[in-house]
C-alpha cells in the first residue's frame, strides 16, 4: 500500500508552519483526510493539535540542560534520538491510509539537511522502510526578491536541500502578498522561473568588481542543475493553496492511486449492453 507525505522545510521564519495549518484547513475543507506530523521540538503553539508530535518523545529543554547545549545543538541532539528510536515514529504514525497526506513541519535549521544527513536520512527511512511516497516543499521568503543577492543565497540552500534529501522537490516563495505591491509582475517573473545570467548582470551592478567572477561561478553552477524554479504562495489565499497542494499531489503521483479507486465504484446507472447472441 502507498503511503503519501510532504517534508516542509526552509529557513527559519520562512511561514512552514503557517503553510502546514493553511494546508490542513484546506484538505478538510475538501474532505480529504490528512496526519500532521510535528517534528520541530522547539514549537510551541498550534493552529492544529498536531496528531504525531517530537515533543512526546522528547524534551528538548532536557536535553539543553543535561547536555549542556544551545538551542541548535540541542535540536541536533533531539534529531539524533529521533533517528535511534524510528520504531517510536512509526508506531506513532501507525497505519496511514493512501487517501491521506502526511504532513511533517520540519524546524527552521537548514543545517539539519544542508549540512548533516539527519533530515535525508530520516527521509530514506520513511520512503523505504515506511513506503511513503514523499516529497519536500521548501520555502524561501520572497522578501528575498527583493535583494538578489540573499535570492541567490536562498537559491543555492534550496538546491543543496534538493540534492542532500534525494526526494521529489518544489521550491515555493512564501509570504508573496508582502512583496506584490513592491515588485512588478514582470520583474517577478524573472525570480519564478530564474534566469540565472541575467540575475547576475544586476548582481555584478550592485557588487564589488572583486566578487564578479566568484558571483559568475555560482550562476554557472545554478545554471548547470538548471531545476530552480518557484511557486507562489499566500498562506491566507485558498486558492494559492490548492495550487501548491495540486503540485504536491503531481509530484507524489496522488491521483494516479485514487483515481482505480474511483473506477473500482460501480456506476449505479449503468447497465451492461445486451449482447447481440
Ligand atoms: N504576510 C504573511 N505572513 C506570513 C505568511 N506565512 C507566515 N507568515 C508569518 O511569518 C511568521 C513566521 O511564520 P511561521 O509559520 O511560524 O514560520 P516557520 O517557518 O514555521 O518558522 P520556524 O518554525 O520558527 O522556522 C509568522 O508571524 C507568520 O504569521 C504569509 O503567507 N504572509
Ligand atoms: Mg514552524
Redesign the pocket.
Known sequence: MSRFGVL?I?????????????LIAHIKNIKRSCVYVNL?P??EEFEYEPDVDIKDLICLEDVMDEMGLGPNGGLMACFEFLMDNLDWLESELGETGEDSLTIF?????IELYTHVPILPNLAKHLTGHMSFNLCAAY?L?STFVIDKSKFFAGTLSAMSAMIMLEIPHINIL?????VRNQVSKRELKRFLDPDPSILASDIHAETNPRFHRLNECVVSLIDDFSMVQFLQ?????EDSVQATLSYIDDCLGWSDVQEPNIKDEPDQDWEEPARDE
Open positions: 516542509v526552509g529557513p527559519a521564519g520562512c511561514g512552514k508552519s503557517t503553510f502546514c495549518a493553511a520541530d522547539a514549537a513541519d520540519c524546524p527552521g535549521q520555502l521568503e512564501s509570504k508573496m502578498d508582502l504562495l499566500e498562506s491566507q489565499n
